[in-house]
Each structure stands twice: as C-alpha cells, then as structure tokens.
C-alpha cells in the first residue's frame, strides 16, 4: 500500500450533493493525488448498504470517469456510503473518504398533491399565500427526509426553520413535463411530539407575468400551490408521511405582491408570527384548496440550486434628498438588497434598481416593462430584517427612498444569487484591461445562470435563449461545471423542440412571445440543440450526454436536410443572421453586413458534421458516414455560391471570414491562406475594431490566429476604442455589454430598445484568451489529453490559465523575458499533454509539473 496516491472521495453523477437523486445506478467518478508520471491501473469500490458491506474489484480499468455502478439498482429512498481505492504500477493506495449517495423517489412513491389558497381571477396580479399544517413525531426517529416543490416558487419552514439555503426553487423547466423537486435532510429540525410544516408561496414562472412586449399570466396554470411530501423513519423501523393534501389550511402572506420582473412588495405588519411553529392557533385560516399534478412529471434535479453565493457591500452612497438614497455597489450584479431599519409600523422602504445611471440618476428606461421596485412596509418592532423572498434583479445602482429618520439608520448589502456551480476555470496576464474584460465575462455568466442560461437578468426578458447559450457554451464550461445544469436545460430543449425538430430561439418556450414564430427554425439558435451537447461532452467526456439528445440533435440536422433541398444551402428563411453587428442601425439588429443566408448555411454545415462527429462518438456508422458526406456537400455549395473558389468572399466581411475559416469550409491549405489573409486585411481596414456581432465574435479570434494572425488577433483584442471588446472597459462597465456600445462615449446609453448591460454572449472571446493566449485546451474530450498550446503576443509579457477538469486541476503559465519564454505546465494524475512551443517543437508530458523554456521565433517576437 502506498500513502503517496490518494483518490478523492468519488462524485455521483454530477451532483455536488447527492441526496434525493433521480438515477438508480449512479455513475461514480474520481480525482487522484500522485506522485508525477502516475497511472491507474485497476480500480476497487465499497460500497455499505443497509449495513451490509461489499467490495467490487480489482477492476482492470485505467479510467476514473463515469464508472458503472457495480450492484443491483438503489431502490427509492435508498442510500449508500461508497469508498474507491486504485492500484497502480507503485502498489494500491488507501481507501478514499467515503462520498454518500441516496436516491430519490420513484413515481408511485408520491401521495403530496399541490395545495394553495384560492388562485384568484386568472390574468390578473393575485396576492401570495402562506399554507401551513401541525403534526406530531410520535417517538424516537432515525432520519427525516422532505421532498418538495410548487407550482410556482416556494420556501419551506419547519418548526420555524427554513428548510435548505435553496432560492427561487423549482426553477423554471418545462412544468408541464418536468417539474422538478428537491429532497432535504430535516431530521435535525423535528422533535418528538408537536411539529407544524409551513412554506411561503409565490407566482414565480409558473404563474407570473413573463415574456417580453408586455408579457402574459398563468403560462402554466392558474394555482399557486406547495407540492410536500415530509417522511419521517423512526428507529423501530416504521415511516410516517405528512403529504401536501386537504388536510392543511392557508392565508393570505404578508408578500403582498411578488413578481419576477416588478419585484417584491411586503407588509411586516401582516406576519402572523409563529406562524410556521408548533401551538400556532391557526382556527382564522381557510382549508386549502387541492389541485393535479401527474406524479410522472416529478423530476430530480440534475444540477445544484440557486443560492445566495456572495455579499457585495456600498462602495459608494450618496443622499439626493433628506428622504432618498443612491447607493453604487461598484459590480452590476444579480440579486436583492437585504436591508435593516427602525422605524414606525406603517413606514415603507421603496428600493428601485438600475444597471446604469444618465444624468447622475438611475436610468431605468433599459428595463422596459420590469419595474425592478421592492417595497417594503414596517412593523415598528425596534430593527427590522428584510430581503425579498421571490425575485431577483439586475443592478449595479439602487435607489432608496423612505422617510429621512428612517434612511438615518439604514443598512443595507446586495446578495448575489445564481446557480450554485463550482468555479472551475482562471485566467490573468500582464494587461490589467484584459483581466478585468475577463472578470467581466465572469460576472455576466454568474448573473445569466439564475436556474437557466438567460440572455439578460434585469429587464422583460430573462429567456433562455438558445443561440446566445450556443455561442457561450464552451467559455461556460471552461469556468464553471455547467454539466448539470446545462444537460438539464437541454432535456428542455428536447421538450420544446416541435414534431418537425425546430429547436426554439429560446427555452423554455412561451406562448404568445410577441413577433416569434416558434415554428421556423433560426441558424446558430436552433443550432444549440446539436453544438451545445458536443461542447459539453468534450468538456466532461460524458458520452451519456450524447446519447440523450441524440435523437434531439438528429431531428434538428434532419430537419435541415429537408429544408434546403438538393441544392444544400439554407435559403429563404426568416434569419437573426450575425446578430448586433455594430453596422446595424439600433431599431435593425438583423440587419448585418454578412449575408444572412451564408450564416445559416455555414451553420448547417457545421451542425452536420458535428452530428457525424456525435454519431461516431455512439458508433453509429452509418449515420456518422452520411452526416460527414452531408456537411461535404453544404460546404462545397457555400464555396460555389459565396466564394471565387480560391478562398476569397465574393462579399466580404469579418463574420463571413470566421466562418469560412473557423467551421472549416475551406477545402484546400491554399484557399485557407488566401481567406485568412483576406481577414487580417479587413481587421487592418477597420482599424482593429470589431465588426462582427452574435455569430462572428465567437470565431474571429481563432480564425485569425488560426491562419497566421495572432498578432493582428492580439491588436483587434486590446483595441480600447469603440466597437471594441475593452471599449467597455474603458466606460466602467463590470459585466459584459448586449452591444458594442450599449452606452456611448458621450455617457448616454444607447437609444436601441434592447440595450442590456449584462449579456454574455459577446464575452465568448474568453475561450480564446482561455485557449490560445494561456494555451490551455483539451487534445481529448474530457481533458484525459491535455494541449498545452500557448501563443505569446500583442505585448503581453506573461499569462496564466487553470481549470480544474474531470480528472484535477490543469494549469499553465509563461513569461518573456526578452525572446526567452518560460512555461510551467501541472497536468493532473492519470492524463498526458502534449506542449507545443512556439518555437515549433513539441513535447509530450506525463502528469506532473514541469518547466519548459525556449527562444521566441523572430516574427512572434516583434
């Protein structure tokens, strides 16, 4: 036995808290610490259920990812302790800490039905319940477990606790066929004899004002109602369920209003104190009233909650008024204000939120029909503690308005919420404007993974649109494990996706979504439904992935084929083309200088072979031939209706050229030269600015690097003038920007009505600065072969990247030193890499760190 290799107790699925899981068989994975030049040969597990021991193994297996579960399935409520231990060419190591899994419930388990107060006049801004029932644990109990969820949103309290740290649960999944619930570990929250359950409820998604131009009501149903099943398991082996059922009774909240666009009105007044305790004399409440949910729609989670992550405090106050105050936190954030004052019962607190200021007030004009306001309305109980309960905002700016003795004692901090994922990637280097465009693409994903991928967090919107998540998903990736959540997303996306296999401009889909016909198929939207699932897999290696939306992705590719008929190019739609160009006028954001039909055709061509790609990761080789064929003959069609043959546009444009060059639809090493070349000129022309929007930005970088441009890649990245990538660096900005110029050199923000200052889309430049300037990519899916690949430029004298991947944590970074180059490169246990330097040599690295050096070429170094 060695001491020197020590795995990591394993990971279920993908779940950082493994509790109430959907999957009766998890897949269990793991990390090593060994000595460098390690390799796993063989594998052993324990696994402890219902006391019983048993060990699997030796298993001959060098992998340490996705392994198959080795028993007989877990049966509903079931749990299991699992331990690993691996054998290498040194010996065995010891056992690793034990990681404990336990299923969820199954869809006959289910007695809760949804119970609510009365739903009120459908169509209409209806106020909140409370609901609430009293029970007794009748002896001592060894485990208590709560499975909940709501049609709506809700929070849950026992005995005058709340239940988890979970925020703005369920979510929002398609609840028609997806609903999904949490399962908790109460057992520290009951006592023997009286118990009382209670949960605060709210519209959320499900019954709420959502959509844009206005929106709508009641997308999903009329009720507002907590769907609970508490099971209680005593030592002497028996289980009592209190369900969600006739037996509780409700009332109006003190949430008088709670919305996710407008916000969250509250009157500390109504509380009914105790009202989830134990004795609580509940005779003035009303029986609920009972509604359906199919059992089958229950689902598991797949990915972690939304939760209160961080706390961002004022850095700067100023008081406008003896009776209003405006309060700067320095980061357009995602989240709510938690306040705490004194004052007299009746007195209100008004909070309205704004990204951006004009004028030196807030501008809220961005935000359309949201109104972002919180009210709330005190008690007059000596200090007061409040945060809203049901909604989230986009801000960097708030405005507070309450009387002056009042304002005199407030306190106040920004809560930032998102989806709880592990960070997983980083990223410096020696130019402090590209590190903060970096923090930047930081903070605009943490704010747009509120659940889902949306497209912005604070205005009439908040959608998952498909296109901006498809152009975003490999930077996502790489900085966060997406794994969970976005294979979630895309089970909804198969939902959503029509007989005919049109994936929607964004899912959840909604009805009545103004001007969008969720019937035509849109290119590099509709696209998310093959390229995402790819991107996922080769950043997690998880080929279940795959086979999940295989039939997704292979209805999209068909759907195509069809529709563009013999002559293979994709003409004739309604298209959103290169998306925000910054040549489109404000009011015509479609209205780019690449032809619309070559985007959607080159996106055509790329889908079908990813689709062959997919298809040979499955073995399906027939499939993957006649995909691989197809995207053959697009890109042939493209090179004789777009090009002059040797790889010049007969129109030419930025975006028109990455996509020639990034897809690859280029046959031959000459024609590749000749477009690169072509694409280094334009950029030289425009003097280094961005002329490319949704579809092009993503791959101008890379298909300038890619064919000998990384100096000009290096200068149009670093240009601070506008349209430019730091443009918004130079304005202040803290997240990534909609448009180019979301706000203009003169201080005024764009007149376009959609001008969000928090859209991640455009900050996809991040793979490349993750991939080309630190050097940091996958060989492999899954990062078992790592690519050590880094391109020192544009005046950068050291960079750094890390990301911790599926099998530990991978990292790089080099110096200059004159034309000395420096690369330190940590590859984890158990993968190889592969250094290419810029000198043209290459080195092959077992794990392990190491330092490489080498002069810089002439050319590189100029």
């Known amino acids: 036995m060695t001491d020197s290799v020590t795995p990591q107790a394993p ?12 999957a009766d068989a998890p897949r269990l994975s793991w990390t090593t610490s060994a000595p460098a030049g390690w390799v796993q ?15 699997h193994g030796p298993i001959s297996d060098d992998e340490s990812r996705h392994r198959p579960w080795p028993q007989a399935p877990l049966a509903p409520r079931e749990s299991a302790t699992v331990r690993v231990r691996v054998h290498g060419d040194s010996g065995v190591s010891t056992w690793s800490e034990p990681a404990v899994v336990e299923r969820g419930l199954a869809e006959g388990d289910w007695v809760a039905v949804p119970v609510g107060g009365d739903p009120g006049q459908p169509g209409t801004e209806r106020r909140p319940w409370l609901v609430r029932r009293g029970f007794s644990v009748r002896g001592p109990i060894t485990s208590a477990r709560l499975h909940s969820s709501a049609h709506g949103l809700a929070e849950v309290e026992i005995n005058g606790h709340r239940v988890g740290d ?8 398609v609840y028609s066929e997806r609903l999904r ?39 999903y149903g009329t009720d507002q109602s907590l769907i609970a099943q508490l099971e209680v398991s005593y030592a002497d082996g028996s289980r009592d369920t209190i369900a969600s059922g006739p037996e509780w009774v409700a009332a109006p909240s003190p949430i008088l209003s709670s919305s996710i666009y407008d916000g969250e009105v509250f009157d500390a007044r109504e509380v009914p104190r105790g009202w989830s305790e134990p004795g609580f004399d509940d005779a003035s409440w009303v029986p609920v009233q009972v509604f359906e949910r199919d059992p089958a729609t229950l689902v598991a989670p797949d990915g972690p909650p939304v939760r209160r992550t961080r706390v961002v405090r004022p850095a700067r106050s100023e008081r406008r008024a003896p009776d209003r105050l405006l309060v700067d936190f320095g980061q357009n954030l995602v989240g709510r204000l938690a306040i705490q004052v004194r004052g007299e019962a009746g007195q209100q607190v008004v909070i309205r939120h704004a990204e951006v200021l004009q004028d030196g007030e807030i501008y809220i004009r961005p935000l359309r029909q949201a109104a972002q306001t919180d009210r709330y309305v005190l008690a007059g109980c000596g200090v007061e503690e409040w945060e809203p309960r049901f909604t989230f905002h986009g801000f960097r700016y708030a405005e507070v308005t309450a009387p002056a003795e009042v304002l005199d004692g407030l306190e106040l901090e920004a809560r930032v919420l998102h989806s709880d994922l592990r960070r997983t990637g980083w990223f410096a280097c020696s130019d402090p404007d590209l590190n903060a465009l970096h923090d930047n693409v930081v903070w605009s994903m943490r704010g747009n993974f509120v659940d889902l991928p949306t497209d912005c967090p604070q205005r009439d919107e908040r959608l998952g649109w498909t296109g901006d998540i498809q152009v975003f998903a490999r930077t996502a990736a790489f900085l966060h494990d997406v794994t969970g959540m976005l294979s979630s997303w895309m089970r909804d996306l198969a939902v959503e996706q029509n007989d005919e296999g049109v994936v929607p401009v964004f899912v959840p889909t909604l009805d009545n979504a103004g001007s969008w016909d969720m019937g035509e198929p849109i290119a590099a939207w509709g696209d998310a439904g093959v390229l995402t699932p790819w991107d996922l897999y080769v950043a997690s290696g998880d080929r279940l992935l795959l086979e999940r939306q295989w039939d997704s992705a292979k209805a999209w590719v068909d759907l195509l084929e069809r529709r563009c008929g013999a002559d293979r190019l994709w003409t004739g739609d309604h298209q959103l083309g290169d998306w925000l160009d910054p040549a489109a006028p404000p009011d015509n954001p479609a209205a780019a200088t690449t032809d619309r039909e070559l985007v959607a055709s080159a996106y055509f061509a790329h889908s079908a072979r990813r689709l062959s790609d997919i298809a040979e990761v499955l073995g399906r080789t027939a499939e993957a031939e006649h995909y691989g064929a197809l995207a053959a003959e697009v890109r042939a069609a493209i090179r004789a209706r777009w090009t002059d043959g040797a790889g010049a546009l007969l129109e030419e444009s930025q975006c028109g050229y990455a996509l020639l060059l990034a897809f690859d639809l280029l046959e031959k090493a000459a024609a590749r030269s000749r477009a690169g070349e072509r694409l280094r000129e334009l950029v030289v022309e425009a003097d280094y600015r961005i002329a490319t929007g949704f579809v092009g930005t993503p791959l101008v970088s890379e298909a300038l690097s890619s064919t000998g441009g990384i100096e000009v890649a290096y200068r149009q990245l670093r240009e601070r003038g506008c349209p430019s990538w730091l443009y918004p660096v130079t304005m202040g900005a803290t997240t990534i920007w909609e448009r180019w110029d979301s706000m203009l050199p003169d201080g005024t923000v764009n007149p376009g009505e959609m001008t969000s200052f928090n859209h991640y889309a455009l900050g996809a430049v991040a793979h490349w600065m993750h991939s080309t300037i630190s050097g940091l990519a996958p060989a492999t899916a899954g990062w078992r072969q790592i690519r050590f690949a880094p391109q020192p430029g544009g005046g950068l004298t050291w960079a750094r990247g890390a990301h911790d991947g599926p099998y530990g944590r991978v990292a790089i970074d080099w110096s200059l030193e004159g034309d000395a180059l420096t690369v330190r490169t940590e590859v984890p246990a158990n993968c190889t890499a592969t250094l290419d330097l810029p000198d043209g040599t290459t080195r092959e690295l077992p794990s392990g760190r190491a330092v490489h050096t080498c002069q810089m070429p002439p050319a590189a170094s100029a």
């Open 181 to 219: 619930y949490r399962t908790h570990d109460v057992t520290d929250l009951l006592v023997e004899g009286d118990n009382a359950i209670g949960a605060w409820l709210a519209d959320g998604w499900y019954r709420g004002r959502i959509g844009f131009r206005g929106g709508a009501r009641d997308r």
């Open 41 to 55: 040969r063989a594998y052993e597990l324990e696994i402890v259920r219902g006391g019983r021991v048993s060990r």
């Open 11 to 22: 990971t279920i699925e993908n779940h950082v808290e493994p509790i109430g899981i959907g």
């Open 166 to 173: 979970d925020v703005l649960s369920p979510g929002w999944s």
